[in-house]
């Protein structure tokens, strides 16, 4: 596999492998075997530690004395912490965002918005899930707190990968998550700060819960498959 210069070595081999975790083609507790990574992307075994080390801080994996790198395993408690964290972060952003953002700053955003439409008409989840962080990340620079986005930085590959499972579980999943983004932006619009803040509150919680029941039902299968194979 080539890789392109825009970025680190290990940063790319990071981005390779995030992007596996988020999309379920790497499982929770899946071991990450640096040797195997390193012959497939030929790239050298240090490069690939490295790129452990990144996703581990964009908790993505966990790296376990005698056992190294596995993929993280996305629990209800996980996805709860998660989802109230992010819902801290993100109303932080918007409360700066209203009182900083001009009208012409709303242009990007309102562009974007009628891409998002374009695509659920489409029902096109993996273009509508690409473009969903692209939001986001016009978003965070509002903030005005290099502290915070560092935060949300590496956070958003975990928020992605809950976000990903969440638009699998529902159909009508890419709905609710563009009647979101318009709510948050009509109240950019409005100066809205209490509006914004219970909008977003309503968002996560109701994201979070999805995901949660989700991995209930998982566990709740596989304990069955289990007990039939005995």
């Given at each position: 596999?080539?890789?392109?210069?825009?970025?680190?070595?290990?940063?790319?081999?990071?981005?390779?492998?995030?992007?596996?975790?988020?999309?379920?083609?790497?499982?929770?507790?899946?071991?990450?075997?640096?040797?195997?990574?390193?012959?497939?992307l030929?790239?050298?075994?240090?490069?690939?530690?490295?790129?452990?080390?990144?996703?581990?801080?964009?908790?993505?994996?966990?790296?376990?004395?005698?056992?190294?790198?596995?993929?993280?395993?996305?629990?209800?408690?996980?996805?709860?912490?998660?989802?109230?964290?992010?819902?801290?972060?993100?109303?932080?952003?918007?409360?700066?965002?209203?009182?900083?953002?001009?009208?012409?700053?709303?242009?990007?955003?309102?562009?974007?918005?009628?891409?998002?439409q374009?695509?659920?008409?489409?029902?096109?989840?993996?273009?509508?899930?690409?473009?969903?962080?692209?939001?986001?990340?016009?978003?965070?620079?509002?903030?005005?707190?290099?502290?915070?986005?560092?935060?949300?930085?590496?956070?958003?590959?975990?928020?992605?990968?809950?976000?990903?499972?969440?638009?699998?579980?529902?159909?009508?999943?890419?709905?609710?998550?563009?009647?979101?983004?318009?709510?948050?932006?009509?109240?950019?619009?409005?100066?809205?700060?209490?509006?914004?803040?219970?909008?977003?509150?309503?968002?996560?919680?109701?994201?979070s819960?999805?995901?949660?029941?989700?991995?209930?039902?998982?566990?709740?299968?596989e304990?069955?498959?289990?007990?039939?194979k005995?």
């Open positions: 596999m080539s890789f392109k210069a825009n970025d680190s070595l290990s940063e790319q081999i990071a981005q390779h492998l995030g992007r596996q975790i988020i999309r379920g083609e790497m499982l929770a507790g899946d071991r990450i075997q640096e040797l195997r990574i390193a012959a497939e030929e790239v050298s075994r240090g490069s690939v530690r490295e790129s452990l080390l990144i996703l581990q801080r964009r908790h993505l994996i966990d790296i376990l004395p005698r056992r190294g790198a596995v993929v993280k395993d996305m629990s209800e408690s996980h996805v709860r912490s998660l989802y109230e964290v992010m819902q801290v972060l993100l109303g932080l952003v918007v409360r700066k965002a209203i009182k900083v953002m001009q009208e012409d700053d709303l242009d990007r955003f309102i562009e974007l918005i009628h891409l998002l374009q695509q659920v008409d489409e029902r096109d989840t993996g273009a509508f899930f690409d473009h969903s962080f692209l939001f986001f990340e016009l978003l965070y620079p509002y903030a005005r707190n290099t502290f915070v986005e560092d935060i949300l930085d590496n956070l958003q590959p975990a928020i992605q990968r809950a976000y990903y499972m969440a638009l699998h579980i529902e159909q009508d999943e890419m709905k609710e998550c563009l009647t979101f983004f318009k709510a948050i932006i009509e109240t950019i619009f409005r100066r809205d700060i209490r509006s914004a803040l219970e909008i977003i509150r309503e968002f996560a919680e109701h994201q819960s999805l995901v949660q029941e989700s991995i209930v039902r998982a566990r709740q299968i304990a069955a498959w289990g007990r039939r005995k």
